[in-house]
């Protein structure tokens, strides 16, 4: 079967599912920010910290706190469905064509380095923080689409499959930051054993296994335990094990419709029963229909299909539940202006508007991208600023950054400042430039 751009239904149903889990994001912020400085605090941080669970076998040791295991397991899975979501979108969606990919792709690109670039203008001065650089380069899709969601049909589709396409090319950038640039120590030995087992499921894909329980043990025992081992990120693996999963049907579209047409014939024509029980010939047509439903199907799209719920309803509200109790002590004015929060706060709101206009500007002008159909640059300015909204990947990233719980925090102060700014002037811009409701 052809690749094809995700029907408009498709893609609907995609940024529904990331609007609803952007108000659950805002409602888990708003928790454990309470949490975290009520009279409880020391009962959110023994939960998340001291609270040890895993496993000892042998020499490998597995027995880590509850944060850990939710930024290195849970985040895996994340991950994991962000490969899954760049290798569908550069097959069949929005990155499948040099000439649909350019304009969000060149954006994300300025859209990462130019935060990168005014965060280490900040920090120069201060080499203990200049690590913090690929903190404001991230762009937290759930809260960017879940904003843009609040002004209804007076957004533009085009405008919305824009910004998602920007963000995941945006959060394949994150990946290769924190492949390169946030792996201290590696373990060589581990990384041989993880790129064995990789190359065993791409030669699984190559010869037609398309048992998603195989690629998931392969993957879970033997890529994912080897980086957890080696040193490098484990969510690296979650995008590498993507990368490997089938993503081919097993029978063309014009077989597929005329098998189907033959089995609905066929069930039509069996004689309805004096029950509402369906006949022995009606339940096994039923069968073929769905093991032809099964042929049809792609893995990639079905565990995309299956996992994005767990990750836009879970996953992701366990995670700021976890890493957004930012406890307060002293004075936060003085915390925001630490040049680490400076540093995220340019870096977010002005470096994303000003690298992603920029940048697309730029690709336009040379012809090699256009603006998508309905939509004006005033748009792409507020979609610009509300990539500002760093929040999930930024928190993520703030904790790989720096070592000391102090800077952490301040961090985590910065890049809440900057994703609330950059919230408000996103959204008094789209409302301003945006058409108004017939």
Aim: net charge neutral.
């Amino acid at each position: 079967m052809k690749n094809k751009p995700l029907p408009h239904f498709a893609i609907t149903r995609f940024i529904n599912e990331q609007t609803i889990g952007g108000v659950i994001l805002i409602f888990t912020t708003i928790i454990a920010l309470y949490w975290s400085n009520s009279s409880f605090h020391d009962s959110y941080h023994n939960l998340w910290h001291n609270y040890k669970v895993g496993f000892v076998w042998g020499d490998i040791d597995m027995v880590s706190s509850l944060h850990h295991w939710i930024n290195d397991g849970l985040m895996a899975i994340f991950f994991f469905t962000v490969g899954l979501e760049i290798k569908r979108e550069i097959m069949g969606g929005e990155l499948n064509s040099v000439k649909k990919a350019s304009l969000p792709i060149f954006a994300a690109i300025g859209g990462m380095v130019i935060p990168a670039i005014l965060y280490s203008i900040v920090a120069i001065n201060n080499p203990e923080i200049i690590d913090g650089w690929g903190i404001p380069m991230a762009t937290d899709i759930a809260f960017a689409l879940g904003l843009m969601a609040m002004f209804g049909k007076r957004v533009n589709i085009n405008l919305k499959i824009f910004l998602t396409a920007l963000a995941i090319a945006d959060d394949l950038g994150a990946v290769l930051v924190i492949a390169f640039f946030y792996t201290d120590t590696i373990i060589y030995n581990e990384i041989i054993t993880a790129t064995f087992f990789l190359g065993v499921l791409i030669i699984a894909n190559l010869a037609g296994v398309r048992r998603t329980l195989f690629y998931a043990l392969v993957g879970f025992v033997g890529v994912w335990v080897a980086f957890m081992l080696s040193g490098v990120h484990a969510t690296i693996a979650g995008v590498l094990i993507a990368l490997t999963i089938p993503a081919r049907a097993k029978i063309d579209e014009d077989s597929f419709m005329i098998k189907l047409c033959k089995l609905t014939s066929a069930f039509k024509k069996e004689p309805a029963t004096e029950h509402n029980l369906l006949s022995k010939k009606q339940v096994h047509i039923l069968s073929d229909i769905e093991r032809l439903n099964d042929l049809a199907h792609t893995p990639l799209q079905k565990l995309e299909h299956a996992l994005h719920p767990i990750i836009t309803f879970f996953i992701l509200p366990v995670f700021a539940l976890s890493n957004a109790g930012v406890h307060i002590e002293g004075s936060i004015i003085n915390m925001l202006l630490h040049p680490i929060s400076i540093g995220i706060i340019v870096g977010l709101l002005v470096g994303k508007f000003v690298g992603i206009s920029v940048f697309s500007h730029l690709i336009v002008r040379l012809k090699f991208a256009t603006l998508p159909e309905g939509v004006k640059w005033n748009h792409i300015y507020g979609v610009a600023f509300l990539a500002g909204i760093g929040f999930t990947m930024s928190m993520f990233i703030s904790d790989l950054a720096f070592a000391t719980a102090e800077y952490k925090q301040i961090a985590k102060v910065g890049i809440m400042a900057a994703s609330f700014l950059s919230a408000v002037v996103g959204m008094i811009w789209l409302g301003i430039s945006l058409p108004k409701q017939k």
